[in-house]
Every structure is written in C-alpha cells, then in structure tokens.
C-alpha cells in the first residue's frame, strides 16, 4: 500500500469518514490540531456553567480505527492542483483528500479589540465565557451581555447566560444586535413571534436591523446607542476553517465549498468535503450546518474515497433531514420530519438526549441522557 488519504478535522465527518475508510487500501492520515471531540451544540450550556464539560469530549485516540495515524497539528494551506498540504512546517502531499475541518467565527473583519470578545465556537472559547461571566457577574451589580447576531448561536448563548445571572440572583439585561429585519427570518411567522414574544417576556431586548460599530474593550457601540461595561459576544456567523485554500473552485459567501452530489468538489476527483466545510445543494437549497448532516456526509464521503481507491463509481449523497430544534434553556422551538413544530421542555429534552446520542461513550450519554430528564433544575448541574 502506497496511496495516501489525507483527513483534515476530526470532528463529526472526519472521524466517520476515518472509520468508513478503515479497510480500504490505502494509508489514513487525520490532520487535527485538537487530542479530542468536541459537542459544539452543547457549548452555550457550558458556557453558562450549567453542564460538567467532562460530557462534551472524548480523547480522539479512543475513538479512530488504530490504522488511522493522526498528526496534531492545523492544516495551514492546501493546494488542489499540486496535492499538496502545508501543517506547520512540513508539505505533504496526498492522492485522495478529504476537507471536513468544520467552521470558525467569521468576525467579518470587526477587529477592534478582538481579544476582549466572547465567541463561541471551541471547547476553550466556552471555558472561557463560563469563567470570565462568572467574574463579570460577581463584580457587577447590573450585568448587561450584548449579543451580536441573533442566528441560533447568540440566542442559545444570550439565554444560557441570562439564566446563569439569573440564578446567581442578578438581574440581567440582555440586548441582541442583528443587521437582519428579523431574527430567525427562516421560522414561519407565528413562531418567529413566538420565539420574539418569549424573549421579551423573558427580558431580552432585540435590536434588528443594527451593527455593533465600535467596541473599545468594555463599552458597545450600535446604533446611535452605546452600551457600558458589558460583558459582548461575538455570534455573527461562521466561516470556512482553513486559512488557505488553492484552486479553482466555487464557495458560498461563508467559504463552503461546492460540492458534487457524491461529495467530490467539481474539478478534483479526488478531493471531497463534508459537513461545514461542505455546501450540498438539495433542490436548489443548501443544506444547513448541523451535525446530523455532517454525520452522514463524513460517511458517505468516506465511503466514495473507498469506492474511488477500487476504482468503482462513488455513489450519491442522499441526505435525510430528521430535524432540529433551538434550545433557549427556558424554551425551544424546532421541527421534526420537516412537518412536525415541538416547542418547550419536548424540544429541550429531545435536544440534550440528542447531544448524547451523538456522544462518543456511555457516561456522556447518561450525562445528557440525565439533563434530558431533569433539565436545569437548580442542584441538577449548576457547577460554580
Ligand atoms: C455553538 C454551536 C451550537 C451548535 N448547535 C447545533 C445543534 O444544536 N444542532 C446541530 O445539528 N448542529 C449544531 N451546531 C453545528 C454543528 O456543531 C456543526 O454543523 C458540526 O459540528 C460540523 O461538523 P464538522 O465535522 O464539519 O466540524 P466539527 O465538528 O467542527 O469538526 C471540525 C474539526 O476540524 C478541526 N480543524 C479545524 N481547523 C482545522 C485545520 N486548519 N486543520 C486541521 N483540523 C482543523 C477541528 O479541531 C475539529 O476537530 C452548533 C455549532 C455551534 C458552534
């Protein structure tokens, strides 16, 4: 065996493709920088301090197939006509190829006192809101969080937080800021207004059609208001991982990249993507970033590498959408089957047993399996 397939991201649809591939003739290489998985759609919960992080990770070396090497490093660059890939100082080139490194913030060249800015997209960036809030709380009478974005990040996050404050028995303003007309303009009206009817009963304050302009590392400018001593997060939106990317090929606004209907990009055959890396076009809509679908991407997409090293036909992507539900710690809505509308404690539970589901051993399965149960009744997983 001489041929190399090369993996870059280990998350989701990397480490399924790692195991759709273990017994194909070819050697397996996983470029991660990271020792671990993480459960991305558990972060607002650990960032809010009501969830033990030990049930969002599982050492990466446990889980891939032991023909599977894997070098800790972040791929820098790639460079699909010479196949070729630059992690840290070494080039190495491969002959199948597979982009699954996820997504990260796209700060959308805002970058004043980019250090001072919560954001959410890593194991660590939780860590640190969950402690860094925990100080801010302690010190402020008055906490006030300003959100920017009102996608599913920031309102998951806006209320994880306003919650914490809530217990900790601070009275917290929160203030969403989002250029949009609307937030969640994909929701149907009547939950749309559900949703915005929550969140003011609640206490939330959404600013549409406004831009976080200036931030100096404690006060907000939006609008024509600024907002002081805040404690301001970042939840505008993600952006493709990889810094470089060399060829001829067609992303989406927010880096994707265009995939065939088997997974392969349109010009190199023997490059695929999946999950956030990957736009999949199904009826003229691209699907939505969420683990379910990078899942089976990973899968599939490993699957067809296998078929290509045979030299068999690869087969199509054939994505099934179960649903998904906008956990708002108090209250949730999402739809089941593309049909079926579940709100509340039922969206809730079937998003926490979800997160164990897609966990990586039984302990973090009960883990959630338990938070499913109870929710977050106050001695349940409040840790301080
Ligand atoms: C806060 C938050 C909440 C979410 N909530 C939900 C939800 O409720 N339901 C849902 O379905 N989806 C949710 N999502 C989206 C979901 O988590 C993603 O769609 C899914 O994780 C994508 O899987 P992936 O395998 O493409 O990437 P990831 O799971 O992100 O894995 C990418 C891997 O690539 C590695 N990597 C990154 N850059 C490089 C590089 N340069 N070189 C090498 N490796 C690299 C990373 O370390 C990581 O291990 C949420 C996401 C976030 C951030």
Redesign the pocket.
Known sequence: MNRKTVI?????????ACHALRKADTEIV?????S?????????DL?GGWVDEKFLFQS?EKLLPKNVRHVQ????SIDLDAKTLV?GDETITFDKLLI??????DFHGFDQHRDRIYH???LES?RRIRDDFGAYLLKKDQPHVVMAGGG??GL??AMSLFYRARFAGKPCRVTVVDPGKEILPFLPEDKRKTIQSFLAKTGITVLPETRVTGFDGKNVTAGDQVFEDVFFCW?GG?TF???ELKGTLERLRDGRLKVNPDLSLPNYPDVFA?????AFDQNGQML????????Y??KCAGKNIARRLRGEQTKPFRPFDAG????LHGDSVGQLFSRIWIRGKSGLRL?YF??GF?NYNLSNFAGFARIAAKLFKKEAHYED
């Open positions: 870059v991201g280990g998350g989701f649809a990397g480490r399924q996983l470029y991660d920088p990271r671990t998985t993480v459960m991305l759609p558990a972060l607002p960032a990466l490093k972040a791929v820098r992690a699954a490194a996820g997504s990260v913030t959410l997209d890593s939780a599913y990040t998951e996050l939840a993600s991982a990889v810094p999946a999950g956030d890396a990957a939505r970033k969420a683990v379910n679908f990078s899942w991407e990973g998904w539900v906008i956990p998003h979800m997160c897609r």
